[in-house]
């Protein structure tokens, strides 16, 4: 365990960052396996956008890399369009 008050609070703030970044990243993925699982042109191009904003909004605070949520917008976008 930690010896110094600095180190103490690293730790609380590493975890409370933790359980924030573990949140939002779950619910994002949540959001994109409703999106895979969508059958319906209509409902899945309603939802695109907001599953590409959650991605870019996790990529921009280093929740997932910058490459992971392009690479999962492209391939959200190409199912979409498949539908």
């Known amino acids: ?17 933790r359980a924030h970044n573990k949140y939002y990243a779950k619910t994002t993925r949540n959001a994109v396996k409703q999106l895979r699982d969508l059958t319906d042109k209509a409902t899945a191009a309603e939802l695109l956008p907001k599953v590409s904003s959650m991605l870019d909004k996790l990529a921009k605070i280093n929740v997932i890399h910058n490459n992971k949520a392009s690479n999962l917008k492209s391939s959200l976008t190409k199912h979409v369009n498949a539908l």
């Open 1 to 17: 365990m930690a010896n110094h008050k600095s180190a103490i609070k690293r730790i609380k703030q590493n975890e409370k960052k």
